[in-house]
């Protein structure tokens, strides 16, 4: 009888595992996070699919704004995804850079992302430290949670 029982136990329990390996077919998501939203130190991003495997993201953030151009690597919008990332930060007399680069988002199933890729200086603004007006290439990283709508 225990044997029985603990089959059972099993089996519901791998089902519930791959219940929350479910894709989304929801097409859009809200993204929220430090460093986000352009690399503002708290921010938001909203996320569009337009293809099976193509979306595109806008954002803003504490003084800073951004867009994407991401490639899911499955057709869903909780999918992992290669963005061609812009962030702009700063505005005014407090802007201090602008960059460009390729970001790997890591999207676990459920909520959990991750960002960090490498970026370009396109622009340098008033604000921006002479010591690391030096240095053209910076690496982008963000974490947050995401919610498909």
Not at 9 to 36: C, T, W, Y
Request: hydrophobic residues 45%; proline residues 5%; glycine residues 12%.
């Amino acid at each position: 009888m225990k044997k029985y029982v603990l089959i059972v136990l099993v089996a519901l329990f791998s089902v519930q595992l791959m219940a929350q390996r479910v894709p989304s077919e929801k097409k859009m998501s809200i993204s929220a996070g430090v460093l986000q939203g352009g690399g503002g130190l708290v921010g938001a991003d909203f996320e569009f699919m337009l293809g099976n495997h193509l979306s595109v993201q806008a954002g803003a953030g504490l003084f800073s704004c951004g867009a994407a151009i991401n490639y899911h690597f499955k057709p869903f919008i909780n999918s992992s995804m290669l963005s061609l990332t812009y962030w702009h930060q700063g505005f005014g007399n407090a802007h201090t850079q602008s960059v460009v680069g390729p970001v790997y988002t890591f999207r676990a199933p459920k909520v959990f992302q991750f960002q960090i890729g490498m970026g370009y200086r396109v622009d340098e603004g008033p604000a921006l430290n002479p010591d690391y007006s030096k240095t053209k290439f910076m690496l982008l990283y963000s974490i947050g949670v995401y919610f498909p709508i």
